[in-house]
């Protein structure tokens, strides 16, 4: 055989029950299986930074999340900085109580203008505001998360009744009006009792059915895998099967859908500060500072525009950063350019 020619497979004689077979060169790469797809990324890392590579937007979206949590989590240096607080500042109001100056009072004083009525500054306002929505999103976001992996994976796995009964429970916590209930018991919740670590409790409770229903459909698909029943036939346990062969591969939906569930939940919470079943003042909140600010809307849009801007900038850095990353874990999907 001259040097650099492929060698190929000897070929078969017509008839044979693997004549049907194509030639393949044993030089090639041999094809990979419809659950592997080359190119995909494995790890949270990896697929933020091949999605900001890729596209300006999600690059856009990764700046923008990144600057609204520094703002949240350096809301006292920048508040310090620009030289106000929460307190009143009578001085920038006008006779009639609105903001004296153009665009609500925008100055170097005060960066997004004041408050009508009492002067508080609305950046401070805003960068406070930041840390509690940013809270409240990641803390209900990661209790939704782990029950919903806890327990759809267990359903899953197990089968039988509890499965039945996981799935009965999604179906009916989806389905019930969860909004009508968070504001009841916003409104019956103790004074005294944290209003952030209850809407934490309640967001999450009530989040966890999504992730519970992805999680159940992976580890349904994933316990009929060879490798999972070759564990099992080598004496691994309930638990080993589930930590070393299941959960590395349950880390792709995970991510997505959390990704996905922290917008969700900001929206959440600011809906239920600007309904008033929130963060009680004087606790600052993007919900019920835009609930404030409809009333002077007419005389001071601006008071209504960096608070609900804010909100629409996080929720949609958030959906698209998700969404690239979403499509960097599968790129056989439609969102995949």
């Known amino acids: 055989m001259m040097r650099g020619q492929a060698r190929t497979r000897p070929k078969v004689r017509a008839g044979h029950p693997n004549s049907r077979l194509r030639k393949v060169p044993l030089s090639d790469p041999l094809p990979l299986g419809g659950d592997v797809t080359p190119g995909a990324a494995r790890s949270l890392p990896a697929a933020l930074w091949r999605a900001i590579r890729r596209d300006a937007w999600t690059l856009t979206c990764a700046i923008m999340v990144v600057a609204i949590v520094l703002l949240a989590v350096g809301a006292d240096l920048w508040v310090a ?9 009578l001085d920038a109001l006008g006779p009639d109580g609105l903001p004296a100056g153009a665009l609500g009072g925008v100055s170097g004083d005060h960066w ?37 992996v806890l327990i759809g994976a267990s359903a899953g796995y197990i089968g039988g009744w509890w499965d039945r009964m ?79 062969q299941l959960l590395p591969n349950l880390w792709a939906p995970i991510i997505i859908v959390s990704s996905l569930t922290i917008p969700s939940m900001i929206g959440n919470e600011a809906a ?5 079943a929130g963060v009680l003042p004087p606790t600052p909140s993007w919900g019920r500072t835009i609930s404030d600010a409809i009333d002077y809307f ?16 996080i929720t949609l850095a958030f959906n698209v950063v998700g969404d690239s990353i979403r499509d960097e874990f599968d790129p056989r999907s439609e969102g995949r350019g």
């Open 298 to 313: 007419e005389t001071d849009p601006m008071y209504l525009v960096f608070p609900g801007l804010m909100l629409f900038l």
């Open 166 to 244: 996981v799935s009965w429970a999604s179906d009916v916590m989806l389905g019930f009006p969860s909004l009508v209930f968070m504001i009841a018991l916003g409104a019956v919740a103790p004074i005294e009792f944290p209003r952030q670590l209850l809407l934490i409790v309640v967001l999450g409770i009530f989040g966890w059915p999504r992730v519970a229903r992805i999680v159940r459909a992976q580890v349904l698909s994933l316990s009929k895998r060879n490798f999972v029943s070759a564990s099992r036939v080598m004496g691994g346990g309930t638990w080993h099967v589930f930590i070393k």
């Open 112 to 148: 997004f203008g004041v408050q009508p009525l009492r002067g508080v500054d609305l950046f401070a306002l805003v960068a406070y505001g930041a840390r509690v929505s940013l809270l409240v999103g990641l803390g209900a976001t990661v209790l939704a998360t782990v029950l919903g």
């Open 272 to 276: 239920l500060s600007f309904l008033g």
């Open 81 to 89: 900085i620009e030289g106000q607080d929460l307190g009143e500042n």
